[in-house]
Every structure is written in C-alpha cells, then in structure tokens.
C-alpha cells in the first residue's frame, strides 16, 4: 500500500489534536484514502514540554531545516499560528513541492494572494478547512455544494470567545471583566484577549468568508468592525425587553450598491436561530438563490473538532479533491474581477442606542432634533427611572428605523457633544 508521509509544524493543543487522530485512528484515515498517512515529523520551538500523547522515537524536533527538502514528504500542516515564521514556512514547502494544510486564519487573511499564488505557480495546493469555525465545514460547502447558486448574505458567529463572553453577561450574573476571566480559564479565551473581543478574529474570518462566498478581494484591514467592550449588562436587559439577543455578528450582505461586510454587536431576532447559539458554539447562515437559507452551527474551536478538520484537509489532499477545487476556484487571483465593495458610509440599517443623559425637561427634544437633522427616525423608545435621581443619570434607549451609516455616525458624534448627554453614545447594529 502506498505511503503519504506528512510533517507538522506546531505542536500546540491543536497540533496534539492533530497528532491523536493521525497515530490513533490511522485505520480510518486509510480506510477513506487507501494509503496509509504517517506522521513522520512534529517541529516545535519547545520539543521539552509533555503533551498529552506518546510519540514514536525521533518524532518530535526544532530543526525546520532538514524537513522543507526532503523529497518523501508530500504534506506539510502549518498549525505554528501567527503571521512568521509560518508566512516563511509555507513558502519553502510549497516551493518544495509539498502541499500544504493550515488552520492560519489571520497567514490566510494577511498574506492569501502571495501563498496562494505561489502554490499555483509551483502547482501545489493549500487547504484552510479548519481557520474558519473550527469544526464547521463551511468553507467546504462555500467551496463545492453552494457553488451552483449566487450568494446573498452571509450572516455568522465566528468567534466562540466572544460569543461566550456576551451567553454568559445575558444570564445577568456575571460583569464584562468576569466573564473574561472565565473565558480565560476555561482556555476559550488567551492571556490576552483582544483580538477576540475588538473583532480582529471575526474580521479576519469574514474575509475569507467574502473570498470563497463572493470573490471578494479585500483586505480584512478595511472591513469595519466594532468590539464587545462597550457593551452592559444593561444592554441585555433592554434587548430581551426589545425581543432581541446580543451576538458578535460577522456580515456579508450583497446589495444594490456593491458587498456590504462588517463585524459588530449586533441585536437578533429572539426566533432567529443565531440568537440561540450560546457559549463556545460558532453558526453560519448562507442564503443563496437557489437553496435559499441554510444553516451551519457546531463547535467553533477546541482540539478535537479543530483537529477533525486539518486530517480532514489531509485526506482532501490526497484524494485530489483539494486540488480539484483549488484549480477551480482561483482564490486570491489578482487577475481575477472582484465583487465591488459598498463603502461603509452608504450602508443602511437599524440601530439600537443607548444613552446616559440628564435628567431633565427637552433631553428627549434635543436628540431627536439631531436625527431628524440626518434623516434618523426614531423606531422606538425605552426609559426607566433611575434607582437614585440625585446621583444617577438617566438611561435612554432608542432604536431606529433604517438610516445610512454615514449620517448615523456623524449624527452620533454630534450627540455626544449635547449638554445633557453623558458620556459616549453606545450604538449596536439591529438585524433586519
């Protein structure tokens, strides 16, 4: 029986996900290939640390080196994270002859035309299954069983960090600052968690969402996006009130006007199936013009359903399927038209704002002279008293009907220089 020989970079909790499955269920991969897979080598910075898996004598090293000329490997998997040394590293085994599996959503997202057009020139292929939700197929449906119809919108929770911050703030047990912390000890969320709660992950994501969905050539760096720092336990409070649930949404929406793609807190429908998906999960809504909705949802992250993904690429692979669609698709082509971007100031929309004001006579006279001065009508309105009138400023809630982005901003900036309102305005999308 044949060998593919394969080699691993990175042997982190997704690398020993990885690693499981290809020494302990090697039965089934040659059951679904007809080859038998080895795991030749594992490259690592820290080849000291225990992992969670025995390794056969001489598996593990540090020397990169000595794997990108050996002419036996077939398969390089990139799982190192991070722009460099990865960037370099896929280069060489491409330019080697291997190809090459990665779960790299921001390599993929930064650097996608370059790698991409160096495996077409040295006839190789890159799969990236697992840098979008985790365990989710999706970019393979994008990739092949969607590809007969023409791509609406794109709706997703593609951050299970975030996503589980903001499940466990609606249950109004727990502050923003906590529910990081449990994030964080539960390993959903790093040390450092900012790039899951400002959007950068989301957005990165997006993108590739809108290179495979819609041909969209466009740098994750010019997508808007907004974070779920500003959001209140209060803000789930008015939204259950309003019939609405709170989700990180990443967007891709065509439109008369060109691609509308954002990455914001976004209210959704209590009976919209996104708004049920809570803690880690992540979900996809695609609606084309044939299939009409479909929907996609699943764990997002973690070493298995991560690692189930990445050997999934690895059989892809080798059964030529990967090379089929890589051929097929062009993705990252230069050369190829893209779908005209909308300009972020002319998209239309809902929103939902959140004010803390004075309380006093003409608050309300003042705001919504600002809007009406932009064309925003005022949907609807919610106000309580606050608990203490002489220490506590007023709440004040508004949604609006569909305005333009650009007059929703400027008309935001002007409120925030009224008297009478107290610090920053808090705007979250409201989903059509």
């Given at each position: 029986?044949?060998?593919?020989?394969?080699?691993?970079?990175?042997?982190?909790?997704?690398?020993?996900?990885?690693?499981?499955?290809?020494?302990?269920h090697?039965?089934?991969?040659?059951?679904a290939?007809?080859?038998?897979?080895?795991?030749?080598?594992i490259?690592?910075?820290?080849i000291t640390?225990?992992?969670?898996?025995?390794?056969?004598s001489?598996?593990?090293?540090?020397?990169?080196?000595?794997?990108?000329?050996?002419?036996?490997?077939?398969?390089?998997?990139?799982?190192?994270g991070?722009?460099?040394p990865?960037?370099?590293?896929?280069?060489?085994?491409l330019?080697?002859?291997?190809?090459?599996v990665?779960?790299n959503?921001?390599?993929?997202?930064?650097?996608?035309?370059?790698?991409?057009?160096?495996?077409?020139?040295?006839?190789?292929?890159?799969?990236?299954?697992?840098a979008?939700?985790?365990?989710?197929p999706?970019?393979?449906?994008?990739?092949?069983?969607?590809?007969?119809?023409t791509?609406?919108?794109?709706?997703?929770?593609?951050?299970?960090?975030?996503?589980?911050?903001?499940?466990?703030?609606e249950?109004?047990?727990?502050?923003?600052?906590?529910?990081?912390?449990?994030a964080?000890?539960?390993?959903?969320?790093?040390?450092?968690?900012?790039?899951?709660?400002?959007?950068?992950?989301?957005?990165?994501?997006?993108?590739?969402?809108?290179?495979?969905?819609?041909?969209?050539?466009?740098?994750w760096?010019?997508?808007?996006?907004?974070?779920?720092?500003?959001i209140?336990s209060?803000d789930?409070?008015?939204?259950?009130e309003?019939?609405y649930?709170?989700?990180?949404?990443?967007?891709?929406?065509?439109?008369?006007?060109?691609?509308?793609?954002?990455?914001?807190?976004?209210?959704?429908?209590?009976?919209?199936?996104?708004?049920?998906?809570?803690?880690?999960f992540?979900?996809?809504?695609?609606?084309?013009?044939?299939?009409?909705?479909?929907?996609?949802?699943g764990?997002?992250?973690?070493?298995?359903?991560?690692a189930?993904?990445i050997?999934?690429?690895?059989?892809?692979?080798?059964?030529?399927?990967?090379?089929?669609?890589?051929r097929?698709?062009?993705?990252w082509?230069?050369?190829?038209?893209?779908?005209?971007?909308?300009?972020?100031?002319?998209?239309?929309?809902?929103?939902y704002?959140?004010?803390?004001?004075?309380d006093?006579p003409?608050?309300m006279h003042?705001?919504?002279?600002?809007?009406?001065?932009r064309?925003?009508?005022?949907a609807?309105m919610i106000q309580?008293?606050?608990?203490?009138?002489?220490?506590e400023p007023?709440v004040?809630?508004?949604?609006?009907?569909?305005a333009?982005?650009?007059?929703?901003?400027?008309?935001i900036?002007?409120?925030?220089?009224?008297?009478?309102?107290?610090?920053?305005?808090?705007?979250?999308?409201?989903?059509?």
């Amino acid at each position: 029986m044949d060998k593919i020989k394969v080699v691993l970079f990175g042997f982190g909790t997704i690398g020993t996900g990885v690693a499981k499955i290809l020494f302990n269920h090697a039965d089934r991969i040659t059951q679904a290939t007809g080859k038998t897979v080895e795991l030749i080598k594992i490259c690592d910075k820290d080849i000291t640390t225990r992992r969670d898996i025995e390794l056969p004598s001489g598996v593990l090293c540090s020397d990169a080196e000595s794997i990108f000329g050996d002419p036996e490997i077939t398969i390089g998997i990139e799982l190192m994270g991070g722009l460099e040394p990865a960037r370099t590293f896929v280069l060489r085994l491409l330019e080697n002859g291997k190809d090459v599996v990665t779960a790299n959503k921001a390599l993929i997202a930064q650097h996608g035309n370059e790698l991409f057009n160096t495996a077409q020139k040295f006839n190789r292929t890159i799969a990236f299954e697992a840098a979008v939700c985790g365990g989710i197929p999706i970019l393979s449906a994008l990739s092949t069983a969607l590809q007969a119809n023409t791509l609406q919108s794109i709706n997703a929770i593609v951050n299970g960090t975030s996503n589980y911050i903001l499940s466990q703030m609606e249950s109004g047990k727990t502050s923003y600052r906590d529910a990081v912390s449990q994030a964080q000890k539960l390993g959903y969320a790093e040390a450092n968690p900012a790039m899951d709660v400002d959007g950068t992950d989301a957005v990165q994501k997006l993108a590739i969402l809108a290179q495979l969905g819609f041909g969209a050539n466009v740098s994750w760096k010019n997508i808007p996006r907004l974070g779920i720092e500003s959001i209140e336990s209060i803000d789930f409070r008015y939204a259950k009130e309003l019939g609405y649930r709170i989700k990180l949404l990443a967007v891709a929406e065509r439109s008369s006007g060109g691609l509308e793609l954002h990455v914001s807190p976004t209210l959704v429908k209590g009976d919209n199936p996104l708004a049920r998906v809570r803690d880690a999960f992540n979900a996809v809504r695609v609606v084309g013009d044939s299939v009409g909705s479909v929907f996609f949802q699943g764990l997002g992250a973690g070493q298995l359903p991560t690692a189930s993904a990445i050997v999934g690429d690895v059989i892809d692979t080798i059964l030529g399927r990967t090379a089929i669609t890589f051929r097929t698709l062009h993705l990252w082509d230069s050369a190829k038209t893209s779908v005209a971007i909308k300009s972020p100031n002319e998209f239309f929309g809902k929103s939902y704002l959140r004010f803390s004001v004075q309380d006093q006579p003409g608050v309300m006279h003042e705001i919504s002279g600002v809007l009406g001065n932009r064309g925003i009508s005022i949907a609807s309105m919610i106000q309580h008293e606050p608990e203490n009138k002489t220490t506590e400023p007023a709440v004040l809630i508004l949604t609006t009907h569909e305005a333009r982005e650009g007059d929703l901003l400027e008309a935001i900036i002007q409120l925030q220089q009224l008297p009478a309102v107290l610090g920053k305005v808090v705007r979250l999308r409201v989903q059509n």
